[in-house]
């Protein structure tokens, strides 16, 4: 589908590092990767002076790296060690595979499952839990299994545990809450920490619960927003990822806010979603660091 | 689908109107509309000083309205002579038909799709024709009828006359080019006479023609940008609607032009289409009005 | 210094009219100026169906207008007491008169200076006040006097009782706080209603009262604002006048906010101030109506 | 006059490097600060695989690095001669000079003033050149010295020959053109490769050349655009540093398109300005790579 007639890239190797700052960090890694023949195709390195973090995205071809891929790990962490990094190993070649949670409104979930369908993104969607009705058609329209999972105060609990066990069988790697307007248990986001995007409607802080456009209406902002977060216990307060906004004026009725929105939502979100897939994203002290 | 509780609007006549400018237009036109008793719900008129071209759009409530719909255009042709106006009258409660154009490339298609089937828009669809066979499935998924027909040099005449009987049998009032990827003829562009509208890839009139996003990453811009606009006999260069750009850098490949363009192309032929379907585009030497 | 050869327009008189929303005000309105021959050369209006208030702002020619300036208040009160109006009229060939408030930060003093020096903006600017004597230098640099008005919990009132003496014997329009880092009285509010703008330097409502950019950037938001307003008692929570953002990222320190954050406070307030000059600002329930 | 209170960075040293790609330059670059103990503050690289050509900013702390900084062109010539690199070293504490060209409309030239009057860059003006006189009033309330040099066709290549004189005796270090309305001859182009800026008002590639508002109204265009770039002897056409447009509509009349424009053309002339003093701009193929 695509209109570039680019050679597909090759296979690469990507570490992603947070560790305390202090010399050498850079020559270490880069030393490594150049010790066993890496040809880095992307570096982006970060330092918070703040509060003395450093962090960094290295990508590199497999192609000719002296290490076969299951004997990386073991030879990074003498370097990992020295400097008390945590690291994470991504190979671009795996798929992840990411449900989304939905309510009612489909235009975030039909806007993600095109992005997959016309093969945008390299990931896979085994399921879509909704607790309405609605979306099903939608969905299975797509090709992808959709479980209709109501929640109420009474079986919250117990909707969670079968959720859970559901993510677990279809071997989900993140969650995309696409418009789901539930509060998801304490438990749930254990299981996923810095895995659960969500996509909120105002440009946080402002606004956060329900109905911001009815309270930015009322304010009478002339911009509202979209922000896009992983989901953390307290509602609408996890690492911002992404935000945008579109401007407004005293013509725009709630019902135009809640349609221009609607594109702000899908846009935001599916940035985010990129960011992720793209192992782009590092959290650390509820903020992001997000490489582009 | 919708988060509003709002009632639905009552139905409303929109007058749009142009004519040479002078003294009591607005005058004439809301005296009219007093007179039988109607009731104001949006007016927006402009003026083109160096032209001297005066533009209206107003929208009134027909319960209470002391005309019948029928008579409206008998009785308003007082006033549209008195100033030589040139008038379109529109209904709120009809339903307008559109025919969506298409290529290979699926986005601009499927976010079409997915705005009328989620009510998002008031417009049917009654066919889709592309020159490619691809989107077929894709658009059958929505209920639609698919037309393939390809394009060649030999056959461009026959195919358009084809295609102009099969526009007028399923009586479409305007067309999409969602990523249409080859030039009308002359007698399809005079057949629907600013309604067309083309999405085209690029800040028109920067980069008109084939392969924008090379030509972009060439010249090494920092901004792409989408343009919407009424097709003309002269490629690319009728009037334009809708333009937006997003900002770029040294580190976007062509790839990544084209997957960020596909949003911007999204988005912007939404918005064009949108105002469209609101009747708020006047044309005039080869410009727009557009009320919002 | 202007690009432009156009002439100079001629002198209009503006009507800003608010009232409840009902048939025929339109009508009303632009038959009274045709009555008397009146060229409009703008007309807005918006009607806000969720509390039934109508809006309206006309501008048309005096050149050729049958009635004389001071006798256009007279002849107008006849329809302005049919509909209950509010209604205020300007004249264009007359120049408002704008007092600048500052703290320490020069930025916004200076460009609105700047605009004003270069015949950008048509207002005249008696005098800048400020509670540090930084500014000094630069604003009589300007040919503009300053007045050194430091401000304590204990001279306050005083102070304030002063400034508004001053703000009088100079026939003072309306203010612009630049940057005023100090909260103004209630008798000074009171003496301006709708005709104090202030620039915050966030996207209100987030992040409202001391140091903003602190706060955006300890919450980790992808975006900064600057919001315009009309001052009120309550602290930053007046009608919005603009409002606009800017994208950062994780490579942003809070000096870079208060760095990128300086050019979107000017461009907001001057947009908000521009507005304002030009009598496209109508204020209701704490919010405002803004053309364009 | 900042809100900050954090302390000045210690002094860095930066390099820029280009060279063709190969594996181990990062390691070979890092290494060789490692070597000597240098704390890297910024590593910023990027790889144009289409030219196969490696870019690096790298900024390191004077403070603790081995060697003093008038030995480290020597020590690092190993590293640059294996990679046959090109490279350039910058210090920190190094003020540069920059010249002003202006033609008549003063808010380019008034907003650099202020950014470096407010103590917003570092950098020192030692001198504006004027086409027009108008400026020098101006110019000289801040202190600095005008000059103003008409040109003609008759003395173009006499005025030049005097302005680069000029020039080199104020030790200038680069050129910005404020809105000069004069094309540079080859000599001046070549005297300052890369480092002569201009601003020019419009969204290139699209309206290069004289009056670009005129061109964009007469188009129709939904934007209007500013782009700033380093001169080179073809006109428009050198490598693009920033871009940024604004949203126009019908409504705006050319004299509303150079009004809007103005603010436009203040802010990315100053974007482009400030990454160019941050060291941050590598040029190659008539293209920027522009580290933020």
Redesign the interface.
Known sequence: ????T?PAPTTTATLLISCND???I???V??F??EH???????D??????ENVFFMRIEWELAGFGLPRDEIPAAFRAVAERFAMNWRLHFSDYTPRMAIFVS????CV??LL?RV??G?WKVEVPLVIGNHP?PAG?VE?FGVEFHHMPVSPENRAEQERRQLELLRSRKVDFIVLARYMQILGEEMVAAYPNRIINIHHS?????PGARP?HSAYA?????I?ATSHYVTVELDAG???????M?V???D???DL??KG??LEK?VL?RAVWSHLQNKILVY??????F?
Chains 1, 2, 3, 4 share one sequence.
Request: avoid cysteine; charge should be negative; charged fraction near 30%.
């Open positions: 589908m695509h209109e570039s680019r202090r010399e050498g850079d020559a270490a880069t030393g990767l150049a023949g890496g040809n880095i195709v992307h570096l390195q970060h330092v918070d002076f703040e009612r409104l489909p235009h039909f806007d095109a369908e016309s945008e609605d939608l329209r440009f946080l802080p402002a606004f456009y304010r009478g902002v002339k911009i927003g690492p911002i990822i992404a935000q945008d906004i401007h004026s005293h013509k009725t709630v019902d809640i349609r609607r594109d846009m599916a002290h509820n903020k992001t660091v997000v582009d």
